[in-house]
């Protein structure tokens, strides 16, 4: 298992204002699987995200990240272990407008006191289709081009799992396919997990699987559905009738629950 939740929760705020961000969360990530986690806003999934990748505590339960419990490593264990084994992708690339695609690829090694190794920097940025653009600075890349530039730099340490965060989400519908391809033949040729929350059912249907999250809790899975099918249940999770079962109205809750199914 490259990553494991277990029973984990995250509150925030104290007293009246506490919010369960996470409320028992259990999930799996196994080596070469593709997982989207989806939910309407304020479900949890970027604090699943943040939790799972050692950024963020847990208040209950335990996260295990390529085997360690990132809550009780010193915290420079705990960075090299991210630096190590996870890779992170964000809706905003999040390049360095100064570097090239190139410089950009090589920045996770040079900052781990490491020289970059010419080859392993040209692979990264051929599996990512962009090999003759490897001098170009972001400003002349388009938007799907940065976003592949972000991925190779993600993969260049060749990290366990790969954490992507709504990483289409400012890209048109061909870039975000050709974004999506590639994660999906990463996870394929080098079994590198990916962990995706995204609001795109097209997007979503890219993964294996998906986990739903309502109100911090994991409330069902689909295995290998259609853009539709994954779009119906986000309408259910999204319906009044969910959103009746906050402040205390159980059985609409469960009744949301039953129709989407725990977990199938
Ligand atoms: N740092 C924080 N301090 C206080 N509350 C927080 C904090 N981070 C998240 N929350 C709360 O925890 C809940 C879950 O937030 P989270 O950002 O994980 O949801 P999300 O599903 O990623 O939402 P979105 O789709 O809108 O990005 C929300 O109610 C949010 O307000």
Redesign the pocket.
């Known amino acids: 298992m490259v990553v494991r939740l277990d029973n984990v929760v995250r509150r925030?705020?104290a007293g009246q204002a506490e919010?369960a961000?996470l409320d028992g969360v259990s999930l799996d990530f196994g080596r070469g699987t593709f997982t989207a986690i989806m939910?309407?806003?304020?479900?949890?999934?970027?604090?699943?995200l943040h939790c799972a990748a050692g950024l963020d505590r847990v208040d209950e339960g335990q996260v295990l990240l390529a085997g360690q419990d990132p809550s009780r490593l010193p915290r420079r264990t705990l960075t090299e272990l991210r630096r190590d084994h996870t890779g992170f992708v964000f809706q905003a690339f999040n390049l360095i407008p100064t570097l090239t695609a190139k410089q950009n690829v090589e920045l996770p090694v040079r900052l781990a006191g490491r020289v970059p190794d010419p080859d392993q920097v040209a692979r990264s940025l051929d599996r990512v289709g962009l090999a003759d653009r490897a001098h170009h600075l972001p400003t002349q890349l388009s938007g799907g081009q940065q976003q592949r530039v972000a991925v190779a730099r993600a993969l260049v340490a060749r990290p366990r799992v790969l954490f992507a965060d709504e990483p289409t989400g400012a890209l048109d519908i061909r870039s975000s396919r050709e974004v999506l391809r590639l994660l999906r033949d990463t996870v394929a040729q080098s079994g590198t997990a990916v962990i995706m929350?995204t609001?795109d059912p097209v997007a979503a249907a890219h993964a294996q699987r998906v986990a739903f999250?309502a109100d911090?809790r994991l409330v069902g899975e689909l295995a290998g559905a259609s853009a539709e099918k994954i779009a119906a249940r986000m309408t259910l999770l999204e319906s009044g009738r969910w959103a009746d079962g906050q402040g205390g109205h159980e059985p609409a809750r469960s009744d949301a629950m039953g129709a989407i199914g725990a977990r199938d």
């Open positions: 925030y705020g919010v961000a939910g309407p806003s304020g479900s949890g999934k970027s604090t699943l929350v609001h999250l911090g």
